[in-house]
Nanobody, 127 residues
Framework: QVQLVESGGGLVQAGGSQRLSCAASGRTFSSYAMGWFRQSPGKERELVAAINWIGTSRYYADSVKGRFTISRDNAKKTVFLQMNNLKPEDTAVYYC????????????????????WGQGTLVTVSS
């Protein structure tokens, strides 16, 4: 089992950058694919990005392609989401997740079945 704690949220101006971190505990972090979701009031939960266990495959939502980058450091048990050129519509609570199967992230919408969720961190982008 793995536990996840996000950090790095806050207030940023439109056009700015923010980096989110997700620290994992547990001995098996490197065996998990990792993903970032976001949810804002009145909107559906959205998969933002995912990365496989070794960092060689990535998935991005169309809404963030070219602006966001997901990466991981297995030695530090941490996954990152670098967000550039932020827009007000990026305002949301961002959640870190872990799952044993990378392809699960974008072949199903049963995300409640993911192995682990963090508590979320709020990112607010002002216009």
């Amino acid at each position: 089992q793995v536990q996840l704690v996000e950090s790095g949220g806050g207030l940023v101006q439109a056009g700015g950058s923010q980096r989110l971190s997700c620290a994992a505990s547990g001995r098996t972090f490197s065996s998990y694919a990792m993903g970032w979701f976001r949810q804002s009031p009145g909107k559906e939960r959205e998969l933002v990005a995912a990365i496989n266990w070794i960092g060689t495959s990535r998935y991005y939502a169309d809404s963030v392609k070219g602006r966001f980058t997901i990466s991981r450091d297995n030695a530090k048990k941490t996954v990152f989401l670098q967000m550039n050129n932020l827009k007000p519509e990026d305002t949301a609570v961002y959640y870190c997740t872990a799952h044993s199967d990378f392809h699960y992230y974008f072949t199903t919408r049963d995300w409640n079945a993911l192995d682990a969720w963090g508590q979320g961190t709020l990112v607010t982008v002002s216009s």
